[in-house]
C-alpha cells in the first residue's frame, strides 16, 4: 500500500510540471481551458500531493524503525530491541519485544496508540510532530514523554489473558486503573517501561552504548567477553 502511494505522490508531482508548463505557454490568454488549467496546477493537484505525502508520512510513524531513525529515539529502540550490552535488559518494553508480544514492525505504536480512531489518529499526529521537532531541532534531550500514558492499552491485550487473570493481585489494580482517577500504574509493580532519563542523557557513560547501532552493538559485546575471559585467565 505505501509503495502505491509513493507512486501515486510521484504521479501527481510529474502531473504537476506538466500543467504549470502548459499554463506557462497559454498564460497570454484566459479561456475556459486555460481557468481550468489554472485551477488544476494550483490548486487541485498540489493538494492532492500534499493530501497523499503526508498520508505516506502517518503511515509510516507506525513502524518503529521510523521512531528510531531519530538519533533521540535510538537509545530507547536499542534498549528494546536488546542491542546494548547488556544481555537482557529488563524495561517492559525489552521483555516485550523478547518474549514476542508485540506486532512485528509495530512495537512502539502498538503500545502507544490509543484504542478507536481518535486514538489510532492521535498516535499518528503524535509521529508527526514527533518528526516536525526532530527535523527543526526544537527538542531537548533526554526527551520525555508528552502527557500521561493510558494503561488502558496495557489491559487491551493482558486482561482476557489467562495468565494475568490467574495472579489475584491483579484484580484491584485492574478495578483502580479503569476508574475515573487512577492513583496505581502497570510501572509501580513491573518496573519502567524505558531506560530511565539519566541514562538517556547526553555525557552518561551508557549514553553512546545505548545510541551505537546494531552491528557495532553486537561486535561490542563479542570483544567485551573476550576481553572478561582472557582476564578471568589471568
Not at 140 to 155: D, H, Q, W
Not at 189 to 213: D, N, Q, V, Y
Request: with cysteine; glycine share 6%.
Amino acid at each position: 500500500m505505501e509503495t502505491v502511494l509513493v507512486y501515486i505522490a510521484i504521479a501527481l508531482v510529474l502531473l504537476e510540471v506538466i500543467l504549470l508548463y502548459r499554463l506557462h505557454v497559454n498564460r497570454g490568454s484566459l479561456t475556459a481551458k486555460v481557468k481550468w488549467l489554472a485551477l488544476f496546477a494550483i490548486i487541485i493537484v498540489p493538494a492532492s500531493t500534499l493530501l497523499f505525502a503526508n498520508y505516506h508520512v502517518f503511515e509510516s510513524t507506525k513502524k518503529s524503525a521510523e521512531c528510531m531513525s531519530c538519533h533521540v529515539m535510538a537509545a530507547i529502540g536499542n534498549d528494546m530491541k536488546g542491542w546494548t550490552e547488556e544481555e537482557h535488559s529488563m524495561t517492559l518494553a525489552a521483555r516485550h519485544y523478547r518474549n514476542g508480544w508485540l506486532p512485528e514492525e509495530q512495537e512502539c505504536y502498538s503500545c502507544h496508540k490509543d484504542y478507536g480512531f481518535q486514538g489510532t489518529f492521535k498516535a499518528k499526529l503524535d509521529g508527526y510532530r514527533h518528526l516536525m521537532r526532530y527535523v527543526t531541532e526544537t527538542y531537548e534531550e533526554p526527551i520525555r514523554y508528552r502527557g500521561e500514558f493510558n494503561y488502558m492499552n496495557c489491559l487491551g491485550c493482558h486482561q482476557n489473558n489467562r495468565s494475568f487473570t490467574e495472579v489475584e493481585e491483579h484484580a484491584p489494580v485492574v478495578t483502580n486503573i479503569t476508574g475515573d482517577n487512577p492513583t496505581i500504574s502497570c510501572l509501580n509493580c513491573h518496573g519502567r517501561a524505558h531506560p530511565e532519563p539519566s541514562r538517556r542523557t547526553p555525557g552518561h557513560p551508557e549514553f553512546e552504548e545505548l545510541k551505537i547501532p546494531v552491528k557495532d552493538a553486537e561486535a561490542l559485546r563479542s570483544y567485551l567477553k573476550k576481553f572478561d575471559t582472557e582476564l578471568t585467565k589471568k
